[in-house]
């Protein structure tokens, strides 16, 4: 009979805001009915897990050894609850969505979630923390700070203030959900022509002997065109605003309009196609670019009557 092989589970664990645990006073502890030690490495002292942005791994979780079926499942439910546990307890700290790695040998990144077979003993490589700057201090702050225009309209505070916040998030579909929310949020929908408008008020007052609000609020709202035709005319504009020509604007529209349709599915159906988060960064940044250089980009009406008086003659 055949012996099960038996690993060690690794599991990191991420915080950006110095949410990290209280280490047991043997280091072992109970952790959904296995026997894991939590772990806690030493970071340099420039390393602030108060202000660092994200892949900062300060504990890990190092589960006893079980056959492999086992370790998936555990790992399983770790992904399913860590986010929830994390949202009770008003914290920041996560383990990542990552596939397992399964290691050949003692040493292993851990930054990766690892099996480690129990004929080896853990000793994950973290590699060297990133405490150095690209930033130029004298070009950045002493030159480009001073071609800023200042920013006061409320949309766009907004806006920019979860663009950074995005940064701080490695999770593609948290990232990708913010792009979005962040083109939703800006984007204003057209009326509908007038004759439409009628049609539809028709429609209200017969629903109205239905007595059915919900109906009601659906019908008033198809006054106005669909979020999605909003965001992809916002991303027209917004292209059109910083030189983009007519090919330019079809196509950045068109890409507007297939990510708005992956955001319903995730939205609504919790799974969706690939996403595409390079395509979302890459609108965010071509509307907010145009939105600080010109707010009317974000105004239909207004950038409308302003691209006509400068075509006049």
């Known amino acids: 009979m055949n012996t099960p092989i038996l690993f060690w589970l690794h599991v ?5 805001h110095g949410d990290w645990f209280q280490l047991p006073p043997n280091g072992c502890l109970n952790v959904l009915g296995k026997r894991a030690r939590l772990l806690e490495r030493n970071l340099p002292n420039s390393v602030s897990l108060t202000s660092a942005s994200t892949g900062v791994i300060k504990q890990w979780l190092i589960f006893d050894p079980v056959n492999e079926v086992e370790a998936r499942q555990l790992w399983k439910e770790l992904k399913e609850k860590f986010p929830a546990l994390a949202f009770e307890e008003k914290a920041s700290f996560r383990i990542g969505q990552n596939e397992l790695n ?3 040998r003692s040493k292993y990144d851990g930054l990766i979630p690892t099996l480690i077979p129990a004929s080896f003993t853990p000793d994950p490589e973290w590699g060297v923390p990133n405490i150095t700057s690209y930033m130029n201090g004298t070009l950045v702050l002493g030159t480009k700070l001073n071609s800023i225009s200042p920013i006061t309209d409320i949309r766009l505070i907004a806006a920019l203030d979860l663009e950074i916040a995005s940064r701080y998030d490695v999770l593609p579909r948290s990232i990708f959900l913010a792009q979005l929310t962040i083109l939703d949020s800006l984007a204003v929908k057209n009326e509908r022509e007038d004759a439409t408008k009628q049609w539809i008020d028709a429609k209200i007052q017969e629903a109205n002997k239905l007595n059915d609000p919900g109906l009601i609020s659906s019908l008033t709202n198809l006054k106005q065109g669909s979020h999605g035709a909003a965001v992809r005319a916002l991303v027209s504009r917004a ?35 690939t996403l595409n988060v390079r395509g979302a960064r890459e609108l965010v ?3 907010l670019k145009a939105s600080i250089l010109d707010i009317d980009v974000l105004d239909p009406i207004a950038f409308a009557t302003k691209q006509c008086d400068g075509n006049k003659p």
């Open 12 to 16: 990191p664990i991420e915080t950006t």
């Open 102 to 104: 399964i290691a050949t």
């Open 239 to 273: 292209v059109r605003a910083i030189g983009g020509d007519r090919t330019e604007q079809s196509a950045k529209s068109k890409l507007a309009g297939q990510l708005y349709s992956i955001r319903s599915a995730l939205s609504h159906a919790g799974s969706g196609p």
């Open 285 to 287: 940044s071509i509307v």
